[in-house]
């Protein structure tokens, strides 16, 4: 277990490594370096700000203002950081952006899941059930606060540690856990009151 | 974030569940090495139903995850970032040296922009601040010269001879003689010059290096005005009317049988209604420019091209329709104040017609300028 959980560790030093590597060669004007930076990270980032703004159609332009961004930024990264906190908070701030916006057009957002690839539905699940489901919970999100909304999706849908979400947001590891405790009791509540939780909706968690 | 459910024996909260499983991502792994918790829930029916409502909760948040990007629109962004990729180029490198030239430069156009004008305005006397005001009106203005019998009274309010060097003080009052012959002569360098004839009486409302007010209380007082700088004003204040400076030279003078009467030779004169020289501009009456008399005579304002030197006008007064006027004294004696040279104007106001109260008393409608 512990060698385990060395090798872990080294991947993540060596993948930290690689990320430095690759910064320092696009500052050196290696063009290239940016895509490889996004063929490494653009899944994650990709995640992050469809977790965050829901399955928006500007999703694919979230992501390009994401690598757009950090092409801007990536000349002053001196690597005092670790490069994916970094991306992270990037991919956060724009993705808050452009769920801002969003929630002044809120009837763009529900375009993208109509192109859903079969593969991210669940099993059983029709495409009309998956996207209801959906867009219940995207719905029950829409009503929270925007520091709540981000730390609760980060953590319940990204799958972030605590840790990981309060580098990226800029805040303290407390505040990270109030806030999900928080987040949670109210999604809970809104779920139960708008009678998303149907017994049959039971099912196999992980 | 995982907590420990003290309370065993009782049944852990609805919001405990749902902090437990949550911290293990909606799982049971939660109860792992929690062999109490274990117990308790396979025993408690109630806790068995909130864990399940709890793990349907975080079902549904796993089954609602949004969907991702089609294959098509991930190759539509692998395009996208390798265009932007290639469109970048490395900034250049810029010189040490050309940085600190600019730095400089920058900070040296933030003085000139922002730190200047605030010295500036720090000087401006508009903006002299309480403790420089008070100098200013301690220090007062240097008579260079006095000719014939003036009598200057300060704040113990004795009447004293003026003398060439005196410094005249914001409150100080002067006055020339009833029995002079000849006019007395006031001369401030670089800022006025009063003419006091017999018996003329003026109040300093206001002296300092950058404003002087007066008050022509009796008699007729010519002024002679330098030319003013940037920040420098200087006014009469005669019943009830206010004479603004709008040039360099002036004269006034103020009649008990002439009424009021403004003449301008050079420049221009505004006349406004208004008791106190630091009150802001009144809607001005009128502005008498060069060449042009103005007069208020019973009740009636005119304004004439010609010229003319001293009202001498024996306009009869009437209290028909009173001009306004500050205080009784004015009211109740003739004041005159003249301006020789470049710029003169001659107000007369008959006194008898004057009210006690200036907020009783605004100027009348028929106050209008109209030819005469």
């Avoid at chain 2, 294959?71 to 250049?92: I, K, N, T, Y």
């Amino acid at each position: 277990m512990i060698s385990a959980v060395q090798d872990l560790n080294d991947d993540k030093t060596q993948a930290d490594a690689v990320d430095v590597a690759l910064v320092q060669a696009y500052q050196r004007g290696n063009g290239n370096a940016l895509t490889e930076l996004y063929r490494r990270h653009g899944r994650r980032v990709e995640s992050i700000a469809r977790n965050i703004v829901g399955p928006s159609s500007e999703l694919e332009d979230i992501v390009q203002d994401v690598f757009i961004e950090l092409q801007r930024a990536l000349y002053r990264f001196r690597g005092d950081a670790r490069f994916t906190t970094w991306l992270h908070r990037i991919a956060v701030n724009v993705a808050l952006q452009y769920l801002r916006r969003g929630r002044r057009k809120g009837f763009l957002r529900w375009v993208g899941i109509e192109k859903a690839e079969t593969s991210q539905l669940h099993a059983g699940e029709s495409r009309l059930e998956a996207r209801d489901t959906c867009r219940q919970l995207y719905d029950i999100l829409g009503k929270l606060p925007e520091k709540k909304l981000t730390v609760f999706a980060l953590y319940e849908l990204e799958g972030m540690s605590l840790d990981e979400i309060a580098a990226a947001l800029g805040i303290g590891v407390n505040t990270v856990k109030s806030r999900l405790f928080h987040a949670r009791k109210d999604v809970f509540e809104t779920a139960r009151l708008r009678g998303v939780l149907p017994p049959h909706a039971l099912q196999v968690v992980r | 974030m995982s907590q420990q459910i003290s309370q065993l024996p009782g049944c852990p909260g609805r919001d405990e569940w749902l902090q437990l499983l949550g911290d293990a991502h909606g799982t049971t792994d939660a109860l792992t090495g929690r062999p109490d918790l274990t117990a308790h829930l396979e025993g408690c029916g109630a806790c068995q139903d909130t864990v399940d409502d709890v793990r349907r909760y975080y079902g549904f948040l796993q089954r609602g995850r949004a969907p991702g990007l089609t294959q098509e629109q991930r190759l539509s962004l692998d395009e996208r970032v390798r265009m932007l990729a290639g469109q970048w180029r490395a900034p250049p490198r810029v010189p040490a040296r050309v940085g600190w030239a600019v730095s400089f430069a920058a900070a040296t156009a933030l003085v000139f922009l922002f730190v200047a004008p605030m010295l500036r305005s720090a000087t401006d006397p508009d903006k002299q601040t309480f403790a420089q005001a008070v100098s200013a009106a301690q220090k007062g203005v240097q008579t260079a010269e006095v000719e014939g019998d003036v009598q200057f009274a300060g704040v113990d309010g004795h009447w004293r001879l003026l003398r060439a060097g005196d410094a005249l003080r914001t409150g100080d009052k002067l006055r020339s003689l009833k029995l002079a012959g000849a006019p007395a002569r006031v001369v401030v360098p670089g800022r006025f010059e009063l003419t006091l004839t017999a018996g003329a009486e003026l109040e300093l409302l206001t002296v300092n290096p950058s404003l002087a007010f007066l008050r022509v209380r009796q008699g007729e007082v010519e002024c002679q005005v330098d030319k003013l700088r940037p920040g420098q004003k200087f006014g009469v204040m005669f019943a009830g009317f206010r004479a603004s400076v709008l040039g360099t030279r002036f004269t006034v003078t103020n009649r008990e049988e002439a009424g009021v009467a403004v003449q301008v030779t050079d420049g221009a004169v505004r006349i406004d209604a208004a008791d106190d020289p630091q009150a802001p501009p009144s809607e001005t009456l009128t502005t008498v420019r060069a060449g042009h008399l103005w007069n208020f005579a019973a009740g009636r304002m005119s304004l004439e091209p010609t010229p003319v030197p001293t009202v001498q006008t024996e306009a009869a007064p009437t209290a028909s329709t009173p001009p306004p006027a500050s205080d009784a004294e004015s009211a109740d004696r003739p004041v005159k104040a003249k301006r020789p040279v470049q710029k003169e104007f001659v107000i007369e106001v008959p006194p008898q017609s004057m009210p006690m109260d200036d907020s009783a008393a605004p100027l009348p409608k028929a106050a209008t300028p109209a030819k005469r």
